[in-house]
């Protein structure tokens, strides 16, 4: 199972924690809530994300979709 994925030069990044979670769903709507998804999974806060080049904040949201993918949850074995 897929857990975790290096992004270079910035770290490794894993789904949000329950704790995490919980914090961002209280936010209110709009592009920060968002965010919070990605910077949360790299350990960063929406200001330290948004400080990112643009090509890694778009690096942290394909390892985003990769985990989240229903597809992450089973491991693939050989035909």
Do not use: C, D
Request: proline letters at 8%; hydrophobic letters at 45%; aromatic letters at 8%.
């Amino acid at each position: 199972m897929l857990t975790e994925i290096p992004i270079e030069g910035v770290g490794m990044y894993r789904l949000p924690n329950q704790w995490q979670t919980h914090r961002i769903l209280k936010m209110a709507k709009g592009p920060n809530k968002q965010l919070a998804w990605l910077a949360f999974g790299l350990g960063m806060t929406l200001q330290q994300f948004k400080k990112l080049p643009a090509g890694k904040q778009e690096e942290t949201r394909q390892a985003y979709n990769r985990l989240a993918s229903p597809l992450a949850a089973f491991r693939l074995l050989p035909l």
